[in-house]
């Protein structure tokens, strides 16, 4: 069983203390990717706390890919649903990234040729 020093001071009311600040899932992902999710400064996190009914705490991890360790608490099932839910965000993001790069690379593509015509 793992349990891991929580920081917060702010714990929502729909956690229960102590039993939901045990064993939280745990993932890493992009530190650009959360500031895409949870907006400017985190503006955005308590709101997806309150939807999912969890609490998140975030931890930078020293690594060239910048990653970021995302604690989740709470009941067992509003854990998971909120992994799941931040991790489909996570994914979105990614492949609008990618659909964006494609899209330039296309209409550069499309320059390059206009060129020599």
Avoid: C
Wanted: hydrophobic share 40%; proline share 5%; no cysteine.
């Amino acid at each position: 069983m793992m349990v891991t020093l929580l920081t917060r001071k702010d714990i929502p009311p729909w956690v229960k203390v102590p039993e939901d600040l045990k064993d939280p899932e745990v993932f890493q992902v992009q530190s650009l990717v959360l500031k895409y999710l949870f907006g400017p400064q985190g503006s955005r996190m308590s709101h997806i706390e309150q939807v999912s009914q969890a609490m998140f705490e975030l931890k930078n991890l020293e690594s060239p890919e910048e990653l970021t360790e995302v604690f989740i608490y709470g009941s067992q099932n509003n854990k998971i649903r909120a992994k799941w839910m931040l991790q489909s965000m996570a994914e979105r993001y990614h492949l609008r990234q990618q659909k964006g790069v494609l899209k330039l690379e296309e209409s550069m593509k499309t320059l390059e040729l206009g060129q020599y015509i």
